[in-house]
């Protein structure tokens, strides 16, 4: 009698028939599982994203125009370099003698605040050429004495020896405005745009001098005609040949 072989090849398995039925319920409930993890990926980025503007806004809006400023500085490559106040930021056009300007002007900065920006300015880029306008509100009731905001200013024009420079006179205020509060010194606005002039002879650098009267919105902040005012003399000076 022959004995079964121990090395017999198993039978193969044989696999059930899957109905179309089920094959269907089978592939709804795969695209639901995929479209709930796509769902819970979009909320968690979402969520993310909601935060990081919850905690952004946070930020003292100061702070954040500062950080724009610099982030357009390294992204832009502007070869106009504006630094300065709320004047600044209102009043500057966006070219300059047919160049990009970038407008670093923050409201409310005054010469030591440009100052703590310089290094970071002129490690980012290198402007061909760079408008200084600050002083108004260095100007304020108790401010410091004039030699110290002159040598600060000079410090300030340091950090761009390759580039030309343009001085901006500080804008008179304008006193027959209702909404002007008299909080500026004019004799020290005076003061400020000699100290100015005599840098400028000094780096040879070009001077916008400040106009008899400004047209201004509260007696600090040109108005529309003031800002076109603004623009054609910082024009005329700094794109003269």
Known sequence: MTQPSAHTAAAPAVTPAVSPAKRVADKRRTDRARWRLWLMRVLAVGGIV???LVLWHRIPLHTRMIWQSYRA????????????DSITFQAAPSHLCGTKVLNSGIPGDQIDDLLARAPMFSRLATPRQVVVAIGVNDART???????????YRTLLGYFPKS????VEVNPVDLGNP?????????????????IRVLARETGAR????????????????????VSLWQQRLAAVACAG
């Open 179 to 195: 909404r002007y509060l008299p909080v500026h010194d004019r004799d020290f606005i005076a003061s400020q745009n000699a100290a």
């Open 73 to 84: 500085a390294l992204i832009t490559g502007a070869p106009v370099l504006a630094l300065g």
């Open 164 to 167: 030309a420079l343009v001085l």
């Open 50 to 52: 909601g935060l990081c």
């Open 207 to 226: 001077v916008v001098t400040a106009p008899g009267v400004a047209p201004t919105m509260d007696g600090v902040h040109p108005d529309k005609t003031g």
């Open 142 to 152: 108790g401010h410091m004495d004039i030699g110290d905001w002159a040598a600060k």
